[in-house]
């Protein structure tokens, strides 16, 4: 009895994994939603495409609106690639993890590549988070945070924003 129900843990735990697979998979034909999985695996919000939809809300200067889109075009596609590659190698550590044959030390190898790509995600985050706050202005960051509000984002004003008009 113990082994049936260890045998269909064991399967539904495969099944889980292909599908998750599958699911990667299907979705890179649609970038948005799977950017927004993808984003799923980082601690900092993914701002830049809001501030750009948003450019004219926040009273973005063509000037300042070129350097963050400069930027997108720098540093895009590595992002996406460093997510996307988290995604698959957790992916991975998960199948090992079923593996007799897979030991403790490869399990903490393989992690230790999804923190090396992390830390190479969180760089590459941070300094878009360095280009935004050099480029933005006081009306700037009012403007982002009525956005942010407006999306239901989440975050408040901080009072050192709020012009006392």
Same mark, same amino acid.
């Given at each position: 009895?113990?082994?049936?129900?260890?045998?269909? !843990?064991?399967?539904?735990?495969i099944?889980?994994?292909?599908?998750?697979?599958? @699911?990667?998979? %299907?979705?890179?034909?649609?970038?948005?939603?799977?950017? @927004?999985?993808?984003?799923?695996?980082?601690?900092?919000?993914? *701002?830049?495409?809001?501030? =750009?939809? %948003?450019s004219?809300?926040?009273? *973005?200067?063509?000037?300042?609106?070129?350097?963050?889109?400069?930027?997108?075009?720098?540093?895009?596609?590595n992002?996406?690639?460093?997510?996307? #590659?988290?995604?698959?190698?957790?992916?991975? =550590?998960?199948?090992?993890?079923? !593996?007799? %044959?897979?030991?403790?030390?490869?399990?903490?190898?393989m992690?230790?590549?999804?923190?090396? *790509?992390?830390? @190479?995600?969180? #760089?590459?985050?941070? !300094?878009?988070?360095?280009?935004? $706050?050099?480029?933005?202005?006081?009306n %700037?960051?009012?403007?982002?945070?009525?956005?942010?509000?407006?999306?239901?984002?989440?975050?408040t004003?901080? @009072? $050192?924003?709020?012009?006392?008009?």
């Amino acid at each position: 009895m113990k082994f049936s129900a260890l045998l269909v !843990s064991f399967i539904t735990l495969i099944l889980t994994t292909g599908t998750t697979t599958a @699911e990667l998979s %299907n979705n890179e034909q649609y970038p948005e939603q799977y950017i @927004e999985k993808l984003d799923k695996i980082s601690y900092l919000p993914r *701002l830049l495409p809001v501030i =750009i939809e %948003n450019s004219d809300v926040i009273e *973005l200067t063509n000037k300042q609106l070129n350097s963050l889109l400069a930027w997108r075009k720098t540093n895009g596609k590595n992002l996406i690639t460093a997510m996307n #590659e988290i995604a698959h190698r957790r992916i991975e =550590i998960k199948e090992a993890a079923l !593996s007799p %044959n897979v030991s403790s030390a490869r399990l903490i190898q393989m992690q230790n590549n999804v923190f090396r *790509l992390q830390r @190479e995600m969180l #760089e590459y985050k941070l !300094s878009c988070r360095e280009l935004v $706050i050099n480029t933005f202005n006081r009306n %700037n960051w009012e403007g982002f945070f009525l956005v942010l509000a407006d999306k239901q984002i989440g975050v408040t004003l901080p @009072e $050192i924003y709020i012009s006392k008009r």
